[in-house]
T-cell receptor
Framework: DTGVSQDPRHKITKRGQNVTFRCDPI?????LYWYRQTLGQGPEFLTY????????KSRLLSDRFSAERPKGSFSTLEIQRTEQGDSAMYLC??????????????FGQGTRLTVV | GQNIDQPTEMTATEGAIVQINCTYQ??????LFWYQQHAGEAPTFLSY????GLEEKGRFSSFLSRSKGYSYLLLKELQMKDSASYLC???????????????FGTGTQLKVEL
């Protein structure tokens, strides 16, 4: 399977706990994105890497959120001191820096986080 | 910033044609994408427009007018499996490559009925 994979698919945690999600992008893709999606909404941009460099972070990303992509391959998204408002689907996507502008992002299946 | 509007819900009949509209206001434009998302699944890429005009791809076509900030997705010969959410997304940033992120609309939930 050469698609974007995310782990775990589901996570239930108690409020105040820390959680970490992993994303493995398509191997030849150098760009990696994290999005958050709640029911009935489109995905909201959180952060973006080109290779190992984190180039942009959304203002939605509070200090409790941190993302890394240490070797320019897989990425992790950590949420510290989770709150009920963090409950959402966390989507990872990857794309390449192709020519001609058509560099569509391919999405993983997401990690559904429930904070109780 | 970006503002993207699309209808929340649409209903159509199997075998018919449906057009889903999307209007956008952006501070920069580097392409418009349409994604399909079935409940509980990842968004999957459908189409891409960066120049004005129509792009056709089988039963799906997408149109863009940059001067009007308007796009539509046209689905022909509707099938029951086309029932899904359709997401319009705009990519901002320079054509030479800064900031490839997508800003999504809330999605249009399409229901195909017999």
């Amino acid at each position: 399977d050469t698609g974007v994979s995310q782990d775990p698919r589901h996570k239930i945690t108690k409020r105040g706990q820390n959680v970490t999600f992993r994303c493995d992008p398509i191997s030849e893709h150098n760009r990696l994105y994290w999005y958050r999606q709640t029911l009935g909404q489109g995905p909201e941009f959180l952060t973006y890497f080109q290779n190992e460099a984190q180039l942009e972070k959304s203002r939605l990303l509070s200090d409790r959120f941190s993302a890394e992509r240490p070797k320019g391959s897989f990425s992790t998204l950590e949420i510290q001191r989770t709150e009920q408002g963090d409950s959402a689907m966390y989507l990872c996507a990857s794309s390449s820096t192709g020519t001609g502008g058509r560099t569509e992002a391919f999405f993983g299946q997401g990690t559904r986080l429930t904070v109780v | 910033g970006q503002n993207i509007d699309q209808p929340t819900e649409m209903t159509a009949t199997e075998g018919a044609i449906v057009q889903i509209n999307c209007t956008y206001q952006t501070s920069g434009f580097n392409g418009l994408f349409w994604y399909q998302q079935h409940a509980g699944e990842a968004p999957t890429f459908l189409s891409y427009n960066v120049l004005d005009g129509l792009e056709e791809k089988g039963r799906f076509s997408s149109f863009l007018s940059r001067s009007k900030g308007y796009s539509y997705l046209l689905l022909k010969e509707l099938q029951m499996k086309d029932s899904a959410s359709y997401l319009c997304a705009v990519r901002a940033g320079e054509l030479t490559g800064g900031g490839n992120k997508l800003t999504f609309g809330t999605g249009t939930q399409l229901k195909v009925e017999l």
